[in-house]
């Protein structure tokens, strides 16, 4: 671990400002578009559960309908 700290120095150091602000800026989005698909990805979890259970429903609707009116649907 000690090779990052020249590593870095080096770094900042050949780069100029506006490089750096905008490499900044670069891991910034990156790190907020993994918390973003993170949070995508349990509501979208969500919404197939709340989708299977509509479904669950409309098919037992379905099913006294069909008990109500002795056809088959």
């Known amino acids: ?3 990052i700290v020249p590593l ?3 770094l900042i150091l050949k780069l100029d400002p506006v490089t750096l602000v ?3 800026l670069v891991g910034g989005c990156g790190y ?8 995508d990805r349990e509501d979208r ?3 197939l559960e709340t989708n299977a ?4 429903a409309l ?3 379905k099913n006294v309908i069909s008990a109500a009116t002795g ?3």
């Open 22 to 24: 905008l490499m900044i």
């Open 45 to 47: 979890k969500a919404m």
């Open 59 to 61: 098919n037992n609707i």
């Open 32 to 39: 907020y578009h993994v918390v973003w698909r993170r949070e």
């Open 71 to 73: 056809k088959p649907l």
């Open 8 to 10: 870095l120095q080096a």
């Open 53 to 56: 259970k509509l479904a669950d």
């Open 1 to 3: 671990m000690d090779w």
